[in-house]
């Protein structure tokens, strides 16, 4: 079965940074581009960044840029998001996205909050 499985949110201080993963099985993960979204509360869910199958970022939200880092290990079948420099308003459910043509995967999601 199909599964993206996101780990590594947590409570972080602003200013603090957090590594999320996404272990992906059940497809063939080099296929697929990747990407992050995230959805705070009250808003509609919105795309942080994406990654190509072959490696090449094809998106990177301004409000997020200089920031966050995505990355993939294709060894591994995860994708990483590298957060840095925090702020209270990335404090959101962060998802991991997987979509081959019109076949789209999602992740449960994994809680970021960015508080003192």
């Known amino acids: 079965q199909v599964q993206l499985v996101e780990s590594g949110g947590g409570l972080v201080q602003p200013g603090g940074s957090l590594r999320l993963s996404c272990a992906a099985s059940?497809?063939?993960?080099?296929?697929?581009?990747m990407s992050w979204y995230r959805q705070a509360p009250g808003k509609e869910r919105e795309l942080v960044t994406e990654?190509?199958?072959?490696?090449?970022?094809?998106s990177l939200a301004d409000s997020v840029k200089g920031r966050f880092t995505i990355s993939r290990d294709t060894a591994k079948n995860t994708v990483y998001l590298q957060m840095n420099s925090l702020k209270p308003e990335d404090t959101a459910v962060y998802y991991c996205?997987?979509?081959?043509?019109?076949?789209?995967?999602w992740g449960q999601g994994t809680q970021v909050t960015v508080s003192s």
């Open positions: 059940g497809f063939t993960f080099s296929w697929y581009a």
């Open positions: 996205n997987a979509r081959w043509g019109s076949i789209t995967h």
């Open positions: 990654i190509s199958s072959g490696g090449g970022i094809t």
